[in-house]
C-alpha cells in the first residue's frame, strides 16, 4: 500500500530562518515523490519533483527537498524564509509501476506560517 | 486551453438535494483525476478517467457518487442526495504540459451542504 505521512499539521518559523517541512511515504515500488503548495484561495501549484538522479531536489521559489531512501523521507527546506512562504504543503507520492498516470497519494498538508 | 477549468466555483445545497460539478481540462490530455480536500483531512482521491472510462474509481466514498467523461474532454462529478458531510472543495487535476508525472489542479468547487 502505498502513502504518505506528514507529522507536523502546523510548522512556525520567524521570517529569515530556515524552514522544514517532513514528510514520510511508503511505497511498494520506487517512489515518485512531489510538493506542492495552495497558497489561500488559490488552486494547488506544483513545487518541485523527484522520480530518480541526485537526491537534492530543487524548485520554485528557492524550495528544495532532499530524498533519503533509507529514512523513507522527501523533506522540504529553505535556507531562508520568507512571510510570502505561508502556505499549506502537501507532500505526495506514486510508484513506478504500472501506468505513469496513476493516482497521486496526498499527505494531510502542513500548515507553514512565516511571521515577520 | 492552458488550465483546467472548474464549475461553479462555489455551490450551497441543501441537504438531500443532487449536485453536478463540472471540469473542463487541458485541452489533449486523456487523463483526469478527482479529489476532495475537506478541512484537516488533505486531499482525498476519488476517482481517475483514461480518456472516458475510469480504471480507477477506488475512491469514490458511497454510491451517491459517480462521475462521467464524455468526449475525452469535459468531466461531471455526481453526488446524489448530499450530505452535509460531502461538504468540501472539490478538484479537478490534469497532468500538466510540462510532464505527465506533474498534476495541474483546477480552483475547485467549493460544496456546502446544509
Known amino acids: 500500500a502505498q502513502s504518505v505521512a506528514q507529522p507536523e499539521d502546523q510548522v512556525n518559523v520567524a521570517e529569515g530562518n530556515p524552514l522544514t517541512v517532513k514528510c514520510t511515504y511508503s511505497v511498494s515500488g520506487n517512489p515518485y515523490l512531489f510538493w506542492y503548495v495552495q497558497y489561500p484561495n488559490r488552486g494547488l501549484q506544483f513545487l518541485l519533483k523527484?522520480?530518480?538522479?541526485?537526491?537534492l531536489v530543487k524548485g520554485s521559489y528557492g524550495f528544495e527537498a532532499e530524498f533519503n531512501k533509507s529514512q523513507t523521507s522527501f523533506h522540504l527546506k529553505k535556507p531562508s524564509a520568507l512571510v510570502s512562504d505561508s502556505a499549506l504543503y502537501f507532500c505526495?507520492?506514486?510508484?513506478?509501476?504500472?501506468?505513469?498516470?496513476?493516482?497521486?497519494?496526498f499527505g494531510r498538508g502542513t500548515q507553514l506560517t512565516v511571521w515577520p | 486551453g492552458a488550465g483546467v477549468s472548474q464549475s461553479p466555483s462555489n455551490k450551497v445545497t441543501e441537504k438531500g438535494k443532487d449536485v453536478e460539478l463540472r471540469c473542463d481540462p487541458i485541452?489533449?490530455?486523456?487523463?483526469l483525476y478527482w479529489y476532495r480536500q475537506s478541512l484537516g483531512q488533505g486531499l482525498e482521491f476519488l476517482i481517475y478517467f483514461q480518456g472516458n472510462s475510469a480504471p480507477d474509481k477506488s475512491g469514490l466514498p458511497s454510491d451517491r457518487f459517480s462521475a462521467e467523461r464524455t468526449g475525452g474532454s469535459v468531466s461531471t462529478l455526481t453526488i446524489q442526495r448530499t450530505q452535509q458531510e460531502d461538504s468540501a472543495v472539490y478538484l479537478c487535476a490534469c497532468p500538466s504540459v510540462s510532464g505527465a508525472n506533474v498534476l495541474t489542479f483546477g480552483a475547485g468547487s467549493r460544496l456546502t451542504v446544509l
Open positions: 523527484y522520480i530518480t538522479g541526485d537526491n
Open positions: 485541452s489533449g490530455h486523456t487523463a
Open positions: 505526495a507520492v506514486r510508484d513506478d509501476r504500472g501506468s505513469t498516470l496513476g493516482r497521486l497519494y
